[in-house]
C-alpha cells in the first residue's frame, strides 16, 4: 500500500505549538495552507468543518491519536497530514488520554476522477492499522523532522 | 453472562470512525467484553482504532459477541444503533 505517498513533509509537523483544541485545529489547517496543499480561500471552511465535526463526537480515538476528518466542498482530492504534538493535547478522546499523534483528513464532498470513497475507506483503515501499532506512536512522537516522520509511514506503510 | 446478534450495516459511508466512535461509547458503559467480526476477521468492540480496520461497507453483516453483565442489554443497544444507520 502506498497511502504514505498521500502525506507530503510540507504538511506535516513534529512540533505543533497549539495550546488547545481551537488552535490545533488552526494549527493543522494552516500548515496545509502555508505547503500550498490547501487554496487560502478555504482555509476558514476548513477550520469550522473541523470543528463542527469534533461537536459532533470526539474524534480522539484513543492510545494519543486523533484523526481529525471531513469532507470538504471545493477540493478534488484527498488532502491530509499527520503532525505531533511533544507534550500532547485534551482532546476529549474516547479513553480520556492527551492526544499527540494527528492524522488530519479533508477529502472531496464527490466521487471524482481524483477521489475514489471506497479507497478512501481504505487509507483510514490504514491509519487505524498503522495508529495501533506501538512502534510506530513510539517514533512518530520521537521524530525530529517531517522527513523523518513520512519517512516512518513508508516503513510502515505494509501494516 | 454471554450474548450473540447479528447486524447488517445500513448507512451508507459504513463502519468509519464516527459510528464507531458511537459503538465504543455505548460498549465502555457496559463491564463486557465485546467482539465484532467481519468477514472473518475480529475486532475489539471497545477500541475505535480496532474496530475501524474492519473496514465494513454498507451491506456488511457484522457479528457481535459480548460476555459479562449486560450482554444481551449491550448488544440490544447495539443493534438498534447500527439498524438506525447510527442516527440515534
Known sequence: MNFWKQFKPKCCSVKL???DKPQALEELIDNLVKADALPEELRADAVTALAEREELGSTG???????????????????????????????????????NIFFTVLRPERAGEEHDPERHLEMMTWIAKLAREPDFRRFAGR????????????????? | MEAARSVTIVNPEGLHARPCHAIVSVALEYGCTLAVTCAGVEADGRSILSLMTLQAAQGSELELRAVGDGAEDLLRRLAELVAAGFQA
Open chain 1, 17 to 19: 505549538k497549539a495550546a
Open chain 1, 143 to 159: 521524530a525530529k523532522t517531517k522527513t523523518e516522520l513520512v519517512d516512518l509511514l513508508k516503513e510502515m506503510s505494509t501494516v
Open chain 1, 61 to 99: 480515538v484513543g492510545q494519543g491519536v486523533a484523526i481529525p476528518h471531513v469532507k470538504l466542498k471545493g477540493i478534488d482530492r484527498v488532502v491530509c497530514s499527520v503532525s505531533i504534538h511533544k507534550e500532547g493535547l485534551e482532546w476529549a478522546a474516547i479513553d480520556g488520554e492527551p492526544v
